[in-house]
């Protein structure tokens, strides 16, 4: 996961962590927790993510499901 380019593109679209924490119905701090790559989203979250910051298939692949070490 590319946190640095999952906050620019929450940046972007004028988007908090509140607001996306409301996104996929969890708490802002379990929101950053994921955000950080901390604890892993979802498949139904990755979904509404990608739909709310309207992320093209390969951005989902490389901001959100690619592991990063």
Known sequence: ???????????CKEQTCKDMADLIERSET???????GEIKF???????????LD?????VNEILLTETY
């Open 30 to 36: 379990t929101y950053r927790k994921k955000e950080t």
């Open 1 to 11: 996961m590319d946190k640095l380019k999952l906050q620019y593109k929450r940046k």
């Open 55 to 59: 992320l093209t298939s390969s951005e």
């Open 42 to 52: 979802t498949p139904e979250e990755v979904v509404k993510i990608a739909k709310h």
